[in-house]
């Protein structure tokens, strides 16, 4: 049984570029959250969405960022027009429930040059 | 403030000792989390608590919903306890997470 999955593990864009970061979560698993972890800060909450829906954005900055999860496949954040502010790891966790156990992915480092 | 205070910030003891780290909160919650994150980065969860006290191990996780407190517990800990410990709450009423800035743990051999 796999664990939540991310991919890619680094990621190195140019500024202007788009990244797009891939999460699978567990198996049975329909709740998925991203966060973000900026270089010597904790996690900040970005998104929790269910299959096809965006439940809470708030932690999403207004433009250039989102998310979906879509009722096929993988859960994606999307950065358009990449900015060095934006280098971080990006972590993707999945649950079972609402109030369950989180199970997180290994992350995706985005460097922006 | 931050809504989610953590300490110490950092610990160094030595193989053996008992460890206590805390995490102290000021808005209303439905779930606390105690994670692991190990310098790779990967990030593992170790607790998910609303009440009382949960062990695994040599970890246990307690909370005191009155007092708004957390502590995590390492018992006869090792180098390999050797990581960030991150307390994360769910904010009540809502989806989000709020976490702490984690407590840097070495233990020496």
């Known amino acids: 049984n796999a664990g939540v999955m991310q991919n890619p593990r680094h990621l190195v864009r140019r500024r202007g570029q788009e990244a797009r970061l891939r999460c699978s979560p567990m198996?049975?698993?329909?709740?998925v959250y991203w966060y973000r972890q900026l270089p010597e800060e904790g996690l900040k909450f970005m998104v929790y969405?269910?299959?096809?829906?965006?439940?809470?954005e708030s932690g999403m900055p207004k433009e250039r960022f989102s998310a979906e999860f879509p009722k096929e496949g993988p859960s994606i954040l999307r950065i358009q027009q990449v900015v060095r502010g934006d280098s971080a790891a990006y972590f993707c966790?999945?649950?079972?429930?609402?109030?369950?156990?989180?199970?997180f992915g290994s992350g995706t480092q985005l460097s922006v040059l | 403030k931050n809504e989610v205070e953590q300490s110490p910030q950092n610990l160094t003891a030595q193989e053996g000792e008992f460890i206590t780290i805390n995490c102290s909160y000021s808005?209303?919650?439905?779930?606390l989390h105690w994670l692991q994150q190990h310098p790779g980065g990967g990030i593992v969860s170790l607790f998910m608590?609303?009440?009382g006290k949960k062990k695994h191990g040599r970890l246990i996780a307690t909370i005191n919903i009155q007092e708004k407190h957390s502590s995590l517990h390492i018992t006869a800990s090792h180098p390999r306890d050797s990581a960030v410990y991150i307390c994360?709450?769910?904010?009540?009423?809502?989806?989000?997470?709020?976490f702490g800035t984690g407590t840097r743990l070495k233990v020496l051999a």
């Open positions: 966790a999945s649950s079972a429930w609402e109030n369950e156990k989180l199970f």
């Open positions: 198996k049975g698993h329909s709740h």
């Open positions: 969405l269910q299959k096809e829906n965006i439940i809470d």
């Open positions: 808005v209303g919650i439905s779930a």
């Open positions: 608590l609303s009440s």
């Open positions: 994360a709450v769910r904010n009540s009423g809502t989806y989000k997470y709020i």
